[in-house]
């Protein structure tokens, strides 16, 4: 089983970044993919999900309006794409897979990871 993402971004405040997790050895609409994000120095925060079966997602409060999540079935890939990034928003960015209804989770519970996406936020 894999979550692959793609590379680091660079972006200036105000601009778009959008980042994705290819799944494979999986069936990729039997787990809900979560996005977690940690910024330098700080912990885990869970941003929301999508259901890739239906494609029904839960935002974390923080980030509505501002986060949109989407998956695509004919190639298992699942994207995160956040707008109007400021420099608060520079992190590492997750893909997590799980079965569990419960959110957000802790990080132990994910049954897959993906290697994470740096993002930096820097005019």
């Known amino acids: 089983v894999q979550l692959v993402q793609s590379g680091a971004e660079l972006r200036n405040p105000g601009a778009s970044v959008k980042v994705s997790c290819k799944a494979s050895?999986?069936?990729?609409?039997?787990?809900?993919i979560d996005w977690v994000r940690q910024a330098p120095g700080q912990g885990l925060e869970w941003m929301g999900r999508?259901?890739?079966?239906?494609?029904?997602?839960k935002y974390a409060q923080k980030f509505q309006g501002r986060v949109t999540f989407s998956a695509d079935t004919s190639t298992s890939t699942a994207y995160v794409e956040l707008s109007s990034l400021r420099s608060e928003d520079t992190a590492v960015y997750y893909c997590?897979?799980?079965?569990?209804?419960?959110?957000?989770?802790?990080?132990?519970?994910?049954?897959?990871w993906g290697q994470g996406t740096q993002v930096t936020v820097s005019s």
């Open positions: 997590a897979a799980s079965q569990s209804i419960a959110v957000p989770l802790s990080a132990n519970l994910y049954d897959y």
């Open positions: 050895g999986y069936t990729f609409t039997s787990y809900y």
């Open positions: 999508i259901d890739p079966e239906d494609g029904g997602t």
